[in-house]
Nanobody
């Protein structure tokens, strides 16, 4: 059974940084993609970033490009989301996700719909104060 456990959320002032971690367990993740979604109060869950476990290919949403970076440490079975220059509109619950690499991944077809991801963590709250 795949388990994803997020950590690293918290309260930070605008302009600050946080690094979220997602510890993955339950299987070998070769051939998988890992990622992050976020959900602000009253809004839908939005794609943030994703990375392929095997070769580290990454995709980042335009809304956070240049500020957020996704990476993975295969030895630690952990995925990270480094968030810099945080803004109040980044306030949300951040969820770690995982699923098998979809067809078209290397052609830029990233699953942006949360229903396309099978495994979810419990979420971690990020609050950015102005």
């Amino acid at each position: 059974q795949v388990q994803l456990v997020e950590s690293g959320g918290g309260l930070v002032q605008a302009g600050g940084s946080l690094r979220l971690s997602c510890a993955a367990s339950g299987r070998t993740f070769r051939g998988y993609a890992m990622g992050w979604f976020r959900q602000a109060p009253g809004k839908e869950r939005d794609f943030v970033a994703a990375v392929s476990w095997s070769d580290g290919t990454t995709y980042v949403a335009d809304s956070v490009k240049g500020r957020f970076t996704i990476s993975r440490d295969n030895a630690k079975n952990t995925v990270y989301l480094q968030m810099n220059s945080l803004k109040p509109e980044d306030t949300a619950v951040y969820y770690c996700v995982a699923d098998m690499l979809p067809e078209g991944w290397y052609q830029g077809k990233v699953p942006l719909d949360p229903r396309q991801w099978a495994y979810w963590g419990q979420g971690t709250q990020v609050t950015v104060s102005s």
